[in-house]
């Protein structure tokens, strides 16, 4: 079964705007982390943020935020002040603690236009 | 801060060639993730190791085997190679129960011709 669900294969947004990417999970293990990765069309998968599962507040990386909604699992990336250089593919990943495994969901690619 | 290493960063070969990939973990990293990703796809797991044992297998063919050694490497290994098999590789370590720490090196990029 999937475990990591993004459903939009791409994203449109003006430069400056933010924009909310998707992804939902599913998973039964208490303890499980989520994580979001840029991947430029260089290849390399940059980490942008992280969320426990356990943690109170929404995580935050400068313009980068997770709008973590845990019981609807899902974690939603919000960048906001859109670059150009934004510009790529982002995944979604979760990571269980009890099985030690990191999924991926299918990736949304993302452009910001001038 | 050192990161993850992947060599080599590109690789040609031939049909039915071998080929090995490495990947060297950030130092005190336990566990080693691999992962294949074709043109267009998202990465799709292929093999864990934690502390030299493998601990989870994904999608992983037959015609490929890996380890991971005393010093925490791994290696990938890959027989028999298929035009399919042409892909971006990644790499990621992670210490063991510390959720947040996941980090993926450069990729090795194959092209079997």
């Known amino acids: 079964a999937q475990k990591i669900t993004q459903t939009q294969p791409g994203m449109f947004v003006q430069e400056k705007e933010a924009v909310t990417l998707d992804c939902t999970y599913d998973?039964?293990?208490?303890?499980?982390?989520l994580f979001w990765y840029k991947q430029p069309s260089s290849g390399e998968m940059i980490f942008l943020i992280y969320?426990?599962?356990?943690?109170?507040q929404n995580a935050t990386e400068g313009r980068y935020s997770l709008n973590f909604q845990k019981a609807r699992k899902s974690a939603n990336l919000v960048i906001s002040a859109s670059q150009l250089g934004d510009s790529a593919m982002y995944f979604c990943?979760?990571?269980?603690?009890?099985?030690?495994?990191?999924?991926f969901g299918a990736g949304t690619r993302l452009t910001v236009k001038p | 801060a050192a990161g993850v290493i992947q060599s080599p960063r590109h690789l040609i070969k031939e049909k039915r060639e071998t080929a090995t990939l490495k990947c060297y973990p950030i130092?005190?990293?336990?566990?080693v993730y691999w992962y294949q990703q074709g043109p267009g796809q998202d990465p799709q797991f292929l093999i864990s190791?934690?502390?030299?044992?493998?601990?989870d297998k994904g999608s992983i063919p037959d015609r490929f085997s890996a380890q991971q050694f005393s010093d925490y490497h791994s290696e990938l290994n890959m027989s028999s190679l298929e035009l399919g098999d042409s892909a971006l590789y990644f790499c990621?370590?992670?210490?063991?129960?510390?959720?947040?720490?996941?980090?993926f090196g450069q990729g090795t990029r194959l092209t079997v011709v």
């Open positions: 990621a370590s992670s210490p063991r129960g510390r959720l947040a720490e996941a980090f």
């Open positions: 130092p005190r990293h336990d566990t």
């Open positions: 969320q426990g599962s356990y943690d109170q």
């Open positions: 190791f934690y502390e030299k044992m493998q601990s």
């Open positions: 990943a979760m990571r269980e603690k009890n099985n030690n495994d990191m999924r």
């Open positions: 998973t039964s293990d208490p303890s499980y982390g």
